[in-house]
């Protein structure tokens, strides 16, 4: 699942913008409500397996069961 997909699955009755953009520098940068969550940059890997998603979570609370099984 894409990173993406993973933060949508969990919150996106309340997030308003999700934009995922690219460049030229190979940077990595995830940043939710102006703050930055993630960068890669910053700690010279790629995140690790939940480990944006865990950010969020501490951000936004648990996870929302919003989709019908």
Request: zero cysteines; charged letters at 25%; a positive charge.
């Amino acid at each position: 699942m894409s990173l993406a997909n993973e933060l949508l699955a969990g919150w996106a009755p309340i997030l308003r913008t999700v934009e995922l953009r690219s460049g030229n520098t190979g940077r990595f940068e995830v940043t939710l409500d102006g703050e930055l969550v993630f960068s890669k940059a910053q700690l010279k890997r790629h995140p690790n397996p939940g480990e944006v998603t865990a950010a969020f979570e501490r951000r936004l609370g648990r996870t929302i069961a919003w989709r019908k099984a």
